[in-house]
């Protein structure tokens, strides 16, 4: 209602639709399971065989907590209530001395696809004066690559050095936890053309500062993910298939052609940038007889009205621009 209706904070259906937000099942749920140390239980099936390390493996508890604060972002949580703080301040647990967040990936290497994720929390929880914070993003923008995009770094570009393209990944990354890595500046290999979908995770994250919208640094990296969709990612290890452009998926983590048109059109492009045009109309294609959106691979109710609410912020950023 806010942000495609353009309601006022003053108006009335706009303030009962925020006191139901509160009391909605799903948010309160999420609250009432958070533990003390801002964390959130993991289901037994989803916890890891014990004696079982592999360093490409997830952490469940640290998934478990992007994925929740996120639901709470969206169920218009605010900052100050019970335990958000402490959940939010976890996300920036055992920062690197250089800035980069340990995501949930347990190799340690950089993860700044994930570093985008947690930017995107954080600021919208209220905490873009942390200088936690700011360290993070000035690594991110420290680290853009020579074509305005963003690479794993040593997964997306050491990885592909002939001394180590015959191992497997979860060997290379071992490697890479050894002085092995002290070898190798990946800023070195701009050559190895950049991920699309990392690019687009930390424009997800950065470009959530107004501010910086319109910086150089944002500037590249949005004509870089243009100029990329409906490609294919030259990346086996991150959503390779072109495929990808064509799925309509929610949360935005889970990239696709809805994540990418939502980060694009709210850095600002819209009409003016003629390669808007096919991906713009490839989203009204998708849209459902009864007028929603929904997910491609697996129909859920509650994604789809996200997915739809997404869809038409989407399309009034663009027609705002006609």
């Known amino acids: 209602m806010r942000d495609v209706m353009q309601k006022g904070e003053e108006d009335s259906d706009l303030q009962r639709t925020l006191a139901e937000c509160e009391h909605y099942p799903a948010r309160q749920r999420l609250i009432r399971t958070m533990k003390v140390d801002g964390s959130w239980p993991v289901p037994r099936f989803q916890q890891p065989p014990t004696g079982v390390t592999t360093p490409t493996r997830l ?142 995770m930390i424009l997800w994250g950065l470009g959530e500062v107004p501010s910086r919208r319109n910086s150089r640094c944002i500037r590249r990296a949005t004509d870089f993910l243009l100029g990329r969709f409906f490609k294919k990612n030259p990346h086996s290890n991150y959503y390779m298939s072109e495929r990808n452009w064509m799925t309509v998926r929610y949360p935005f983590s889970k990239c696709g052609g809805l994540s990418a048109l939502n980060t694009l059109t709210k850095m600002g492009k819209g009409p003016d940038d003629p390669r808007m045009e096919k991906p713009i109309r490839w989203l009204v294609s998708q849209r459902y007889r009864d007028g929603f959106w929904t997910e491609s691979n697996r129909p859920h109710m509650e994604k789809g009205q996200w997915i739809t609410l997404s869809s038409l912020e989407i399309l009034s950023r663009y027609a705002a621009k006609l």
């Open 59 to 200: 952490d469940p508890v640290k998934i478990a907590a992007y994925k929740n604060l996120l639901s709470l972002l969206h169920f218009v949580t605010r900052p100050d209530e019970d335990g958000i703080m402490t959940a939010t301040n976890r996300l920036l647990d055992d920062q690197s001395e250089e800035g980069y967040l340990r995501g949930p990936i347990e190799h340690g290497l950089p993860q700044p696809h994930f570093d985008g994720y947690a930017l995107y929390i954080l600021y919208g929880f209220d905490m873009a004066p942390d200088a936690r914070v700011k360290k993070a993003a000035d690594w991110l923008i420290s680290n853009q690559r020579r074509d305005g995009g963003w690479s794993m770094p040593y997964v997306q570009d050491v990885r592909y050095l002939d001394e180590y393209r015959h191992l497997k990944m979860e060997d290379f990354v071992r490697l890479m936890m050894t002085d092995e890595r002290d070898r190798h500046d990946p800023r070195e290999l701009q050559h190895i053309p950049s991920c699309h979908w990392t690019t687009m």
